[in-house]
């Protein structure tokens, strides 16, 4: 380290001759201003060129104290006249306040920015914020003030000796006594410097304990400041520079330096004289070092030592407690000069970074060099080299002063290789003491290497010239201009880095070398790594070898280049070698690069052709191989036909989608459609499907030309296809359809399907389509479509709870058992949620199921037509059980009590054996029990009565029973209503017992109406033996016969012809006891006939049957669906009340398009729901016909 003057000037009182004594300054924190207290004035300076600023005159005394504040807003002056004054960054004064002396000194506090501000025997603290100023009173005159790096303690200096350590709220906390009057403190981080007037430096922490040995520093301090690891201390006598442990580097001897300063940011230092002198000094530090290979050791804090590991990074630290002048390191040694002595280090182990001290050599002469080799320690000083600490003194004399010193071995001794002055290279053996000229160059040598294997060196001379020669005969091979450092490449022989003019140069043997830009001097090259002495720093610096690596593979020198690249390349780099080496089949040198670049597929490749090569292939076809996967597929291809293998030539461009190029390659036959099927197959891969699709049909590929098409949804191209496509391609045909339906044209692929005459596949589209009106049209059409039609409109039904909708569609799929697993479902929770008006609707529809089933299979025709009448019965039976239950379990009934009657008997008429799941008899009794006590109807109100008595009464009901019993027995008497409940047979026209269904005299079986359940005026007849029964319809239909009585002619004459026809009415004749129960009518009786008397029920495949109302004046209707009979009011008022039939729920076509929003049936258009509950059914499930 050492001082440069920037500045000086002598201050001068104001029109006077006299100089004004300085006896304060400091820095600002940016380093931009220089403040100075001298006399009465507080002057500003420019530290850079010592320009002066701003003269502020404020004070009426001697300015003793001035302090900037760390944020450097603002600075503070402290004067005689007992005022200290706040200013302003831009030299603005902003407040005053005072003391009641002289202000002795001044400190920020540097965390909290509060100002501290002392006089002979008080001091105070002010901030921004607090208006008024606490003073603290202190025994003793106060001399100078310091606050540590945290702000938290006050270290005031005392004339008296003494040292008090303050709270940042003023308190005192410890006092530390000294033999003198401190006139110094400072504050180190945490230590606490202290200086007094036996001119000792001593060392305190903040608990006012001694931490370090006292230094004598031969001055009487009065003036204390910290720069980095140095300290700076003026008083009597001059001013001083210490370390960090008050080791002396340099004193400069002055009269009286009132105050020394610092400056960090500029490396600036000011001083301030009693004679009015302001000095302004540069400080510049010179670099203390040493390199072997990659370990590095420099001076830190001028007392150490640092070893950096400049590859790991790891550094270790020597405490030398002496000023450092020179380090020298080889191998394992370690050499340090001090001030008096030479200090050897030694490592403890061969790769740590622990070293400990092996020897102290006492060596107090000034040297201008140290060196050390593995076995002794040299001192170079101009001419002269001297071995130190050996038992047997050495030294060496050269004609001219020594400029460099290169420790290398040669011929396997340890050499010294000087570089001289006036050009000569000396070669100087320690361990023998032999010394000679070996080599001289043009001009005075300022840097030399030699390369690892001792065969070349490289020497730089003043003109910047490196010149490279050949170490065993002298030759110069080549040299290089511009160049101030050198260094060869431990690692690698050839590698040579050169630096100078601010660029890094990297010099692979003789090829160019490869430059970059650099600040600084290399002093090492080691692998990939170059060692750069930048300022007063060293740098790692990571340099490319990839610009080496290809100029020796464009030379084809593959080994060079490979070790070359060991030294560090990227993948990228080791790709490329790999490429090159296999490019000319050196597989030894490829295998070892893509091992480096972990390429799996080019290590396999190697493998399979060396393989090849050993075996006896061509040359060429392997080589080939090498350029397709390297990407030179056209030299690849050049060498195929070389080696006569077109072939490989052609599958290569095919390959690669290089249709042009193939042309070249390719045959006739095979190979044409080879190409074209590979261009169709490129044009689909880049997006170009019309154009692919094209191809393929040149070809005759026209699957593959649908699929593509409707992959990439070109449903215009398949239209268009499918229209120009004739009908005898019936294949392509069906190729183009399969891609329509791919792409959801159902109507164009359906068109197609249906030229082909596969209409089962155009079902399957139109249901696909949701099209079901055509989907129906084509199973009732065509048979073998129903199964395609009528499943999947079944599954869609279920997922859309239309339960009834899938049981039929089950049913008309072929899936029985479905159908029937269906409807056993929908029949058993109809009955167990008490909807048997829905439970009989069901079984409609089964027996309607069955019915339709016994038309079309003869096989099982007699067991549908029995599972048709069950059904039949259990639909009527839950029918007429609805009313009837409704009745007894909700509080009100709409129902008359006669309807009630009728079918509450109607029900247990129908009745054999055991009753169906859900029907109570206790309600059918009870139901009739009630309706016959309103009707006056007592011996059946007493029967039914009877009847219940011998079941389980409800708890629920068992009150009313007891009530109607009492009832009925009261009433025993009266009986008036018995002939109202008595059924009459319209045949033999005779009352009939209440519960019958047929008459036990002439076996009529009586007719019911489904609406009201009451007996209708019907008699059942058929036609005579011999006449059909559309003759039978063809006579009913005609104009009846007019009846005239025998003797009223009203004077007309009569002829009759066929005097003894039979006139008589069969309906009124007496019965037999062999007749059926049904009236045979010969043709003239069913002439005779009125048509809108007779109502003829037709049930496929059953034949129709014939009735005569027998009271004409009350009109009766059959459903036309269900065929049940009605009295016609009641079936039209049922129409226009509930929209559909009371049995089966047939909706009539008049009533459906007034419903346009409901959704098309299987059949014929209708809709159907799923029973939800006995109050829905009425109106919430319009009847699709299965008919």
């Known amino acids: 380290m050492r001082t440069v003057p920037k500045w000086v000037n ?95 000194c001044l400190a920020y506090n540097p965390v909290s920015y509060h100002l501290a501000s002392c006089a002979l025997s008080d001091f105070a603290f002010w901030s921004a914020d607090v208006k008024a100023v606490q003073k603290y009173r202190v025994s003793g005159r ?17 004339a008296n000796g003494a040292v008090s350590i303050r709270s940042k709220l003023g308190d005192e906390i410890h006092r530390i006594i000294r033999d003198a009057a401190v006139w110094a403190v400072t504050f180190s981080k945490s230590t606490l410097l202290v200086t007094d007037w036996n001119d000792t430096l001593s060392f305190y922490n903040v608990l006012g304990q001694q931490v370090l040995k006292e230094r004598y520093i031969g001055l009487s301090a009065v003036s204390i400041s910290i720069l980095g690891a140095l300290v700076l201390v003026g008083g009597v006598g001059g001013w001083t520079v210490l370390t960090s442990e008050g080791v002396s580097i340099f004193t400069t001897p002055l009269e009286w330096v009132w105050s020394i300063a610092p400056s960090n940011t500029l490396n600036t230092m000011a001083v301030a004289c009693q004679d009015g002198t302001l000095w302004c000094f540069q400080i510049v530090f010179s670099t203390v070092h040493g390199l072997y290979r990659e370990r590095y050791a420099y001076r830190e804090n001028m007392t150490d030592v640092i070893i950096h590991h400049l590859v790991t990074g790891k550094k270790a630290k020597i405490k030398c407690h002496d000023r450092v002048q020179k380090i020298a390191i080889f191998k394992h040694r370690l050499a340090v000069q001090l001030p008096e002595r030479v200090v050897v280090y030694e490592q403890a182990d061969q790769h740590g970074m622990v ?67 006036n050009g000569q290279i000396w070669q100087v053996e320690p361990s023998t003491g032999v010394a000679k000229v070996i080599m001289q160059s043009p001009g005075s040598i300022r840097c030399l290497d030699v390369n690892a294997s001792r065969g070349r060196i490289a020497v730089v001379d003043e003109s910047s010239v490196c010149r490279i020669y050949s170490l065993p005969n002298g030759e110069l091979l080549y040299s290089e201009e511009n160049v101030s450092s050198v260094s060869w490449n431990s690692w690698c022989d050839d590698m040579l880095c050169l630096s100078g003019g601010g660029v890094l140069s990297i010099k692979a043997g003789h090829f160019p070398p490869a430059t970059q830009p650099l600040t600084g001097s290399v002093v090492g090259f080691q692998g990939g790594r170059v060692f750069c002495l930048q300022s007063n720093s060293m740098q790692t610096i990571n340099v490319p070898m990839s610009h080496a690596v290809h100029q020796y593979v464009e030379q084809k020198m593959f080994n060079e280049a490979y070790a070359v690249a060991c030294l560090g390349v990227t993948a990228l780099d080791w790709e490329r070698l790999g490429t090159a080496a296999l490019e000319e089949l050196s597989f030894e040198v490829a295998r070892k690069a893509f091992q480096r670049s972990e390429n799996i597929v080019f290590l396999t490749l190697i493998d399979q052709l060396q393989e090849r090569f050993e075996s006896g292939e061509k040359r060429a076809v392997i080589v080939g191989d090498v350029l397709a996967y390297c990407g030179r597929h056209t030299d690849a291809a050049h060498s195929f036909h070389n080696a006569a293998r077109d072939d490989r030539a052609l599958a290569l461009f ?6 042009i190029k193939a042309q070249e390659y390719v045959g006739d036959g095979e190979g044409v459609t080879r190409l074209a099927r590979q261009r169709a197959d490129w044009a689909r891969r880049v997006n170009e499907p019309r154009a692919a699709a094209e191809m393929y049909l040149a070809v005759g590929d026209v699957k593959r030309a649908a699929r593509l098409l409707a992959e990439y949804g070109r449903r215009d191209v398949l239209i268009e296809l499918a229209r120009k496509m004739d009908k005898g391609s019936s294949e392509s045909l069906r190729h183009l359809a399969e891609a329509l339906v791919a792409v959801g044209e159902y109507p164009t692929a359906g068109d197609v399907y249906q030229r082909l005459g596969d209409y089962k596949r155009v079902a399957q589209l139109a249901v696909a389509a949701g099209e079901w009106s055509r989907a129906f049209a084509l199973a009732r059409e065509h048979a073998d479509c129903k199964r395609d039609v009528y499943l999947p409109y079944a599954h869609r039904m279920a997922q859309e709870d239309k339960f009834v909708e899938a049981q ?46 016994a038309g079309t299979d003869n096989n099982d025709r007699a067991t549908l037509l029995q599972q048709y009448a069950h059904n039949e019965r259990l639909a009527r039976i839950y029918h007429a059980y609805d009313v009837v239950h409704r009745c007894v379990y909700e509080p009100f009934s709409l129902a008359q009590p006669d309807a009630l009657l009728n079918a509450a008997r109607y029900v247990l008429a129908l009745l054999d054996g055991e009753p169906p799941p859900g029907v109570s008899m206790f309600c059918l009794y009870l139901c009739l029990a009630k309706q016959a006590k309103v009707i006056n109807a007592n011996i059946l109100g007493r029967q039914m009565l009877d009847k219940l008595l011998a079941l389980q009464v409800p708890q629920k009901f068992q009150e009313g029973v007891e009530l109607l019993m009492l009832k009925s027995v009261g009433n025993n008497g009266s009986s008036g209503g018995e002939d109202e409940v008595a059924p009459l047979c319209w045949r033999c026209r005779r009352h009939l017992p209440p519960l019958a269904i047929q008459c036990p005299r002439c076996r009529h079986d009586l007719t019911h109406s489904l609406a009201t359940h009451e007996l209708l005026p019907l008699v059942r007849f058929e036609p005579a033996e011999g006449i059909t029964h559309e003759e039978a319809v063809d006579l009913i239909e005609r104009m009846p016969i007019p009846e005239v009585e025998r003797g009223k002619t009203d004077g007309a004459d009569i002829f009759r012809i066929g005097e003894d026809v039979d006139y008589t009415d069969p309906f009124l004749d007496k019965f037999d006891e062999e007749d059926e129960g049904v009236v045979e009518c010969s043709r003239l009786a069913l002439l005779r006939l009125s048509p809108a008397s007779v109502v003829t029920v037709r049930r496929t495949p059953f034949p129709p049957l014939f009735y005569r109302n027998m009271m004409p004046e009350l009109p009766i209707t059959t459903c036309p669906v269900c065929q049940n009979l009605f009295y016609l009011e009641d079936y039209e008022i049922h129409l226009i009340t ?41 109106s919430t499930w319009p009847l699709s016909s299965i008919l």
């Open 142 to 158: 106060i001399t100078c003030c310091a606050w540590d790096h945290v702000g938290q303690h006050l270290a005031i200096g005392l």
């Open 355 to 421: 070293y400990r001290v092996k020897e102290k050599i006492v060596q107090p002469n000034e040297c201008s060099l140290l060196v050390a080799t593995s076995e002794a320690l040299l001192l170079c000083q101009d001419t002269d080299l001297a071995i130190i600490g050996a038992k047997i003194p050495k030294s060496w004399t050269v004609p001219t002063p020594i400029r460099y010193v290169k420790v290398t071995t040669l011929h396997s001794r340890e050499v010294l290789l000087l570089g001289l002055m």
């Open 808 to 853: 039929r569609a089950y049913h008309m799929a072929g899936e029985t058992a479905t159908a029937m697993r269906v409807f056993s479902v929908l029949v058993t929770n109809a009955v167990a949620e008490e909807r048997f008006s829905d439970a009989g609707y069901l079984h409609y529809l089964l027996a309607a199921q069955c019915l339709d089933s």
């Open 10 to 104: 002598k201050i001068h009182e104001a029109d006077k001759i006299e100089f004004s004594s300085v006896h304060t300054i400091c820095f600002s924190p940016d380093g931009t201003q220089l403040i100075v207290g001298a006399g009465e004035k507080v002057m500003v300076y420019d530290p850079r060129d010592g320009a002066l600023l701003q003269l502020l005159q404020a004070h009426k005394g001697p300015v003793y104290a001035v302090a900037y504040c760390k944020d450097g807003k603002k600075f503070a002056s402290g004067s005689a006249d007992k005022n200290v004054i706040i200013w302003t960054s831009k030299m603005e004064g902003i407040l005053k306040y005072s003391h009641s002396e002289a202000i002795q």
């Open 1138 to 1178: 509930k929209r559909q039939c009371p049995f089966c729920r047939h909706q009539p076509e008049d009533l459906k398009k007034d419903d346009g929003s409901r959704e098309n049936s299987i059949v014929n258009g209708s809709g159907s729901s799923t029973p939800r509950s006995p109050s829905e059914t009425q």
């Open 654 to 659: 095919l390959d690669l989608r290089m249709f």
